[in-house]
């Protein structure tokens, strides 16, 4: 999961991070970092040629943000689940982006969409995986 830019801002960075401890997931490593247009880039390349693409990159890039790593059996689906919706006026009430959302762009939080994904980003921001 990423905390994206206006979250870290408005200071709901320990309360995301409460919510995923509360249901169930285990935070396995942390970062704040400011990232440049080409970690943007390649961390979104999937996005690379959908028309929101350069503001996307624009936006993520705005700010520190905040990596977390997280355990958890099932993480990639029901950290999704607890995200919510996309666009934070469709998420499911409880659900973080429901709650510390704004827009489409400013939701809050990434969340990988699967497995491979969560793979390819995590090493993108942390480098590598790590055990225990
Ligand atoms: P995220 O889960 O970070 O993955 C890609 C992001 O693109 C998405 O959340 C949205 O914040 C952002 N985005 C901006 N415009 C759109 C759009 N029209 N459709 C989907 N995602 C969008």
């Known amino acids: 999961m990423m905390i994206k830019p206006e979250a870290v801002a408005a200071g709901q960075v320990g309360r995301i991070l409460a919510m995923a401890e509360t249901n169930g997931f285990t935070i396995v490593e942390l970062k704040t970092l400011r990232m440049d247009r080409e970690l943007a880039e390649r961390f979104y390349e999937v996005h690379r040629e959908r028309p929101f693409f350069a503001d996307l990159v624009r936006y993520m890039t705005s700010g520190p943000v905040v990596g977390v790593r997280v355990r958890r059996e099932d993480a990639v689906r029901r950290m999704r689940e607890l995200v919510g919706a996309t666009d934070p ?44």
Do not use: K, M, W
């Not at 973080?96 to 990988?112: D, E, K, M, P, W």
């Open 89 to 132: 006026a469709e998420a499911a009430c409880g659900t973080i982006r429901f709650l510390y959302g704004t827009n489409l762009s400013q939701n809050a939080v990434h969340a990988s969409d699967s497995p491979e994904n969560a793979l390819r980003e995590l090493d993108l921001i942390f480098g590598g995986s790590i055990e225990g």
